[in-house]
């Protein structure tokens, strides 16, 4: 099923979080978005781990990497 309205289709969450710590330091991200994993001994795996397990934070991530396109 092809998804043409999901700007998010194809794209992996570890892709995503690799784009946003490029433009966001982990301190910059922890204000955006205030979720412990951001603010604690941060890295790309923990929050990935954190991530998949909690959908709140994880739309909140996306819309943060949605909003970084424009």
């Not at 604690?40 to 929050?47: A, Y």
Request: charged share 30%; hydrophobic share 35%.
């Amino acid at each position: 099923m092809e998804q043409k309205n999901n700007p998010l289709h194809g794209v992996k969450l570890v892709d995503i979080l690799e784009h946003l710590t490029q433009i966001y330091t982990w301190k910059e991200l922890s204000k955006e978005i205030n979720i412990n994993c951001f603010k604690n001994d941060p890295s790309i795996k923990s929050s990935l781990t954190f991530l998949r397990k909690t959908p709140w934070a994880r739309k909140k991530v996306e819309a943060l990497y949605l909003k970084s396109l424009d």
